[in-house]
């Protein structure tokens, strides 16, 4: 199993910060796919919808929307991406949206109707700004004014095709569950050809063996968000990144819990190697000052309030101080012996920043990408997607459990590329409702990446296949998109991949957690009947059974 492939920050991120753009322009090349929809939608349709408001109101009104604009870029952009009207339709914007950011703002009625409380949290925080009222209602009139009357619709560079490739047979385990499934995390173990399954009713964590009969059971302090599997000797450790609470809160009850090797079993540190944590989703372990001991850096996701930070001993050293830390990945990228770090900020501000190692476990923080609130940013991970090299960037975006659940033309998964120097360049992009996360690997072991994606908020009332996808590269960034018979089976939030049977090529792995949208005919029925982790056996290898 490779732990940075999997997606341990989705079951924290499914309640995020109730703000929302497009991704920035200039960051998309020229001719890449999708790249003219998103960039110059914006520009024009404002520009579109301004013409139209003057024709019919008086001038005055004209001057309170540019006003508006104004308005929305200085309090909106003070602590996000500025969001654009088209992200979102007219009555979200009015009736969710905009009422929570209000009350972030200072603004406690509207019209005659009330906003929400500032936070809800169980540490109170503080409005990062304040507005005026008169300017509040200009900055309203200019989002309801300019934003659409409907959600923009996708728009697919090809369908997906139901005609799916007989890669995958599907196993399930051979018991029946009681209880609707609540699957918070899976993973491969390639060396020991193990799977790991997270419990979230009763935390525990199952161990499996490949022909998916159970082996173990460890109990963890809460619901396990991600793990860092020990090596073959005694003498490694792993770590297991307990979130605490499921729930958004800035309660700390997350902790990270210390894994041994046994003969036949693996066996949990009594007590935990750090408590108090902030909603953990990632623990990952290297040695940062180069003092000859194991660090740990945490993703600390919180609510309001979280931090990605590292911690040596009983220190806690705090690299970007604010919440959505849900994915890291440590790397030297400058090739000087001190390991550098990449994260994934989902949760208001949400971003991809570079930490640059400077020694003595300094680090200096760049932004390299930014996205706007309503994106619900979910996985990303670095690999070398166009052979050349340099590490590109493999991103999805679709948590959909805030406060505009909306289906969303941008949700779906993207490859930048690398372009040297810690830049960037949008090169594809394939609109997936809810996209949860996307791996990248040789299935059908021709020489290429394909990709496989998953959607926790797929778009079940007309296109429920998107919920499990497969992309056949075809070299270019070109896909072939198919789903699998598996899209069905279960409501995928985490998933991992690796050769699990030891014959070659890499199977996957789905967890099922039942909750969530079940307001679909017959879906959630299934979902809470059907078990909480299923097997992607590949064929590749093996005689190919039909399904």
């Not at 998103?38 to 309170?64: D, K, M, N, P, Q």
């Not at 899976?186 to 979230?200: C, M, P, S």
């Not at 960034?477 to 690796?498: E, K, V």
């Amino acid at each position: 199993m490779e732990h940075l492939c999997n997606n341990p920050g989705s079951i924290a991120s499914m309640q995020a910060m109730p703000h929302q753009q497009f991704p920035p322009e200039n960051k998309h090349p020229a001719g890449s796919k999708g790249s003219s929809y998103l960039s110059f939608i914006h520009y024009r349709y404002l520009l579109l919808l301004l013409v139209i408001t003057a024709c019919g109101e008086t001038g005055a009104s004209i001057r309170r929307v540019k006003r508006g604009s104004q308005l929305a870029r200085q309090y909106c952009s003070s602590c996000h991406a500025f969001p654009s009207p088209s992200l979102l339709d007219k009555t979200t914007w009015e009736k969710d949206v905009l009422p929570a950011m209000g009350a972030r703002l200072g603004i406690n009625t509207f019209h005659g109707s009330y906003y929400p409380a500032a936070v809800l949290s169980d540490t109170p925080g503080t409005t990062a700004n304040i507005i005026q009222p008169d300017d509040w209602d200009k900055l309203v009139e200019y989002y309801t004014t300019v934003a659409p009357w409907q959600p923009l619709p996708q728009d697919r560079p090809q369908p997906v095709s139901r005609q799916w490739p007989h890669l995958f047979s599907i196993k399930e385990p051979a018991w029946q569950w009681t209880i609707p499934p609540l699957t918070t995390y899976v993973g491969i173990d390639t060396l020991r050809r193990q799977l790991w399954v997270a419990d979230g009713h009763d935390s525990l964590l199952h161990i499996y063996n490949d022909q998916l009969q159970p082996l173990q059971q460890l109990h963890t302090a809460s619901m396990v968000s991600d793990v860092v599997l020990p090596g073959k000797t005694a003498a490694s450790m792993g770590y297991i990144t307990c979130i605490g609470t499921l729930f958004p809160s800035d309660a700390r009850r997350g902790s990270i819990q210390g894994l041994l090797p046994g003969q036949d079993s693996m066996q949990l540190l009594p007590a935990p190697l750090k408590d108090r944590l902030p909603r953990p989703v990632q623990t990952l372990p290297a040695d940062f000052n180069k003092d000859g001991r194991t660090d740990l850096l945490v993703c600390g996701f919180g609510y309001n309030q979280g931090y990605l930070a590292w911690l040596e001993g009983d220190s806690t050293h705090i690299l970007l101080p604010f919440p959505g830390a849900i994915k890291a990945c440590i790397r030297d990228e400058d090739h000087d012996g001190l390991p550098d770090i990449w994260a994934l900020f989902a949760q208001g501000d949400e971003s991809i920043w570079y930490l640059h190692n400077t020694g003595n476990g300094r680090f200096e923080p760049q932004r390299i990408l930014q996205f706007p609130p309503s994106y619900g940013s979910s996985s990303f991970t670095l690999q070398d997607l166009d052979h050349d090299g340099q590490e590109d960037i493999l991103y999805t975006c679709g948590d959909n459990a805030d406060l505009s659940k909306v289906l969303k033309a941008y949700h779906g998964v993207y490859i930048y590329l690398n372009k040297g120097n810690k830049r960037f360049a949008l090169q594809y992009f394939y609109p997936v409702n809810g996209c949860y996360k996307a791996i990248a690997r040789d299935f059908d072991m021709d020489g290429d990446l394909d990709l496989m994606t998953i959607s926790f908020f797929a778009d079940y009332g007309n296109q429920p296949e998107e919920a499990l996808l497969y992309f056949e590269n075809q070299g270019g960034f070109n896909y072939i998109t198919y789903t699998l018979p598996a899209s069905r089976q279960g409501h995928w939030i985490c998933m991992d991949a690796g050769d699990i049977d030891g014959d070659g090529d890499l199977d996957v792995v789905l967890g099922n957690l039942s909750h969530g949208p079940v307001n679909f005919p017959g879906l959630g029925t299934n979902w809470e009947r059907a078990p909480s982790f299923i097997l992607l056996e590949n064929n590749k290898r093996a005689p190919i059974k039909k399904d």
